[in-house]
């Protein structure tokens, strides 16, 4: 019986199930027409080296998602929330909110900030960076503070 009690969770190996692949695809499609499928096989190995956390209805079907993978340069770490994606006709503000605070609460990474992006027409989840603190950079990008700025990075800004 549908309750609508949602979890929010990082995915593990043992609920990469086809079910599970196959609503990760729908929300990948819904995200960007056209895009390549996941096959449970990369999905798997996807697990083992970056966070992602889905958030699971109590029929087991998955209607969120969000990755959080580690990128930067030589002088800085930095990790990016990709895929945020929360299914259509359900509350996406506050889901996307625990999508996003499981993601920076569970960041396997050593790092200073962490970007998100939305495409340029989805308010929805700008508001979800917005709503959580990240600080709103030019082209819809969005960046949230690990740790306290440092004095030459005080003296750029």
């Given at each position: 019986?549908f309750?609508?009690?949602?979890?929010v969770?990082?995915?593990?190996?043992?609920?990469?199930?086809?079910?599970?692949?196959?609503?990760?695809?729908?929300?990948?499609h819904?995200?960007?027409?056209?895009t390549?499928?996941?096959?449970?096989?990369?999905l798997?190995?996807?697990?083992g080296?970056?966070?992602?956390?889905?958030?699971?209805?109590?029929?087991?079907?998955?209607?969120?998602?969000g990755?959080?993978?580690?990128?930067?340069?030589?002088?800085?770490?930095?990790?990016?929330i990709?895929?945020l994606?929360?299914?259509?006709?359900?509350?996406?503000?506050?889901?996307?909110?625990?999508?996003?605070?499981?993601?920076?609460?569970?960041?396997?990474?050593?790092?200073?900030?962490?970007d998100?992006?939305?495409?340029?027409?989805?308010?929805?989840?700008?508001?979800?960076?917005?709503?959580?603190?990240?600080?709103?950079?030019?082209?819809?990008?969005?960046?949230?503070?690990?740790v306290?700025?440092?004095?030459?990075?005080?003296?750029?800004?």
């Amino acid at each position: 019986m549908f309750t609508d009690i949602i979890t929010v969770e990082l995915l593990r190996e043992e609920q990469v199930t086809d079910k599970a692949v196959n609503d990760i695809n729908s929300l990948l499609h819904k995200q960007r027409a056209g895009t390549e499928p996941v096959t449970k096989e990369h999905l798997l190995k996807c697990v083992g080296r970056m966070a992602i956390v889905v958030a699971w209805n109590d029929n087991e079907r998955v209607i969120g998602l969000g990755v959080l993978t580690q990128s930067g340069g030589l002088n800085f770490r930095c990790a990016e929330i990709r895929h945020l994606i929360v299914s259509s006709g359900l509350d996406i503000l506050s889901i996307g909110i625990r999508i996003v605070e499981t993601l920076r609460e569970t960041c396997p990474y050593p790092v200073a900030y962490i970007d998100g992006g939305a495409w340029v027409q989805d308010d929805e989840m700008k508001n979800i960076f917005i709503a959580l603190g990240f600080r709103e950079k030019p082209g819809s990008r969005f960046r949230y503070r690990i740790v306290e700025p440092t004095e030459t990075e005080l003296r750029k800004s």
